[in-house]
């Protein structure tokens, strides 16, 4: 006979994977330089540049001053659009 009931996961197990999972992530995209990606096996893929600009508000102490961030962004994979669609 064959047994096709699902493993029980407690609550803790699933907290403590989820937050292995979560820290993981961000330490990658920490270390990560511009321009560089990280693929998510069959989920998609951050992407990670360095944008420019300036600051156009006059009311800001730093108005006229050119600033640099971190832009993070996500594509999904066809794969998961199509389960999402689904």
């Given amino acids: ?6 493993p029980i996961i407690n ?3 699933l907290k403590e994977a989820y937050n292995l999972v979560i820290a993981d992530l961000t330490n990658a995209l920490v270390k990560m330089k511009s321009g560089q990606s990280v693929r998510l096996n069959g989920i998609g893929t951050f992407t990670k540049k360095k944008q420019t600009t300036k600051v156009r508000l006059k009311k800001s ?4 001053e ?3 961030y971190y832009q993070i962004t996500f594509r999904t994979s066809q794969t ?7």
């Fill in 1 to 6: 006979m064959i047994n096709n009931k699902q």
């Fill in 11 to 13: 609550q803790k197990a």
């Fill in 61 to 64: 102490k730093i108005y006229g």
């Fill in 66 to 68: 050119t600033i640099q």
């Fill in 80 to 86: 998961l659009k199509r389960a999402i669609d689904k």
